[in-house]
């Protein structure tokens, strides 16, 4: 019979947490035949906690197959204790009067304390998915706090804006369904700079770009998807937590059981990449998985729009690492 495995959840008593949990402990993320263990790491609080208990109680009451045990604390130590895989959702949101800066300031303190932890508590071989914001920025971080595990298992998620990308050029061409759209790449940074990118992106094989006008990409498509974030927050008064918990699982279950060729957009570190991206961020990129391993695309190109809209997220990511190199 197959071990179970050990995943992390941190911020498990958090919206994102409750979209996600019970998709993990079904089998969505790792495949139906790999029991798991989850451990949930919240906030020292009281109300915290108790909210973590309240959602230890329904995964019981859902009866998963595959859950084979929870451990729910807030010793972060014994949160990724042995852990094969980390998601670390958990993140101070942006309140009432915070500059952007205060924000990057006290997550980049957390996911410091959190790369340290995994260090010396996880698997060498963790495979970690770093979802709270300013999500590239904090993987880069944890990276650096974490020596004995390789860097390159530090990666951000992008897949909600590849994926909000994907719907937006499948609504706009009629596809019957998303999965007929293909090599859409979304750059950069999980923020307002990153660069969604159909210009190789194909539809049944045909060329989106040449289906499309280019005043609707620079000035519906990109903003769209650019500001969906915003827009979601608008709408529901929260910001978006099914389709981030649904992302989380596709990041992590395409890294571990491959893509079968297709293109999938991750935040991994610039390091050695082919495409110029300065060295030392954690960039969106596109890439293909196999055996556990992801793989950057090589060989597409940026037209001269494109050029710049790279070079504006590469000086976001640079400016974010310029304001937390105290903790690097
Ligand atoms: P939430 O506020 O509902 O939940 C966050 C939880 O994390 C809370 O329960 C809080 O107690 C906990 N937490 C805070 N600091 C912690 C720490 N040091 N250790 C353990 N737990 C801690 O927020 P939500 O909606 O679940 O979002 C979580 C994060 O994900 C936010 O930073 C948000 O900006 C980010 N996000 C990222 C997306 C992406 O595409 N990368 C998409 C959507 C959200």
Redesign the pocket.
Known sequence: SVQPVRVAV??A?????YALLPRIAAGEMLGPNQPVILHL???D?PK?LA?LEGVVMELQDCAFPLLRGVVATSDINKAFDSVDYALL?????RGPGMERADVLKDNAA?FKVQGRALNESAKKSVKVCV???P?NTNAMIAAANAPNIPATNFT??MR??HDRAMAQIALKLGASSVADVEKLVVWGN?SATQYPDLSNAVIKGKSVAKNVDQEWVRNTFIPTVQQR?AAIIKARG????AS?AN?AIAHVRDWVLGTNGRIVSMGIPSDGNPYGVKEGLLFGFPVTCQNGQYKIVEGLQWDEFGKGAIERTIKELQEEKDAVKHLL
């Open positions: 941190t911020g008593a958090g919206q994102i947490g790491l919240e906030r609080d915290a909210a959702v958990g993140a101070k949101p957390i979802v709270g914001n999500a951000s998620m909600l804006d999980h974030g929260v910001s978006s937590a981030a992302a």
